[in-house]
């Protein structure tokens, strides 16, 4: 069955660097679109970044483009998330997603929109 696994969070000082992982194993071949979202505590899942295999165009939230960098290797199936000059309030737990079909695109991400989800990992950010 398709799994998704998160590897890479942990607890960093302010401004602070980590790199996320997601391996996606029991597919034929990576599927098209994959994300990251995160949720605070106390607060909605957002969709912070996304990256389509089809042109390797990639997408941000407004909360960390500048900072955030995703990318791809399509030979190992995973996808990185390399977050840079981190902040308290990037605080929360990271969840990979992927969708065969999805393109990302547009003002936002939906949780609806993706097919598969990893089980989150936390990302705690602290003086």
């Known amino acids: 069955q398709v799994q998704l696994v998160e590897s890479g969070g942990g607890k960093v000082q302010p401004g602070g660097s980590l790199r996320l992982s997601c391996a996606l194993s029991?597919?034929?071949?990576?599927?098209?679109?994959r994300g990251w979202f995160r949720q605070a505590p106390g607060k909605e899942r957002e969709g912070i970044s996304c990256i389509n295999r089809s042109d390797g165009s990639t997408w941000y939230a407004n909360s960390v483009k500048g900072r955030f960098t995703i990318s791809r290797d399509v030979s190992r199936n995973t996808v990185y998330l390399q977050m840079n000059d981190l902040s308290v309030e990037d605080t929360g737990v990271y969840y990979c997603?992927?969708?065969?079909?999805?393109?990302?695109?547009?003002?936002?991400?939906?949780?609806?929109?993706?097919?598969?989800w990893g089980q989150g990992t936390q990302v705690t950010v602290s003086s």
């Open positions: 029991g597919v034929t071949f990576d599927y098209h679109a």
């Open positions: 997603a992927a969708d065969p079909d999805l393109y990302c695109e547009g003002e936002s991400l939906s949780q609806g929109d993706f097919h598969s």
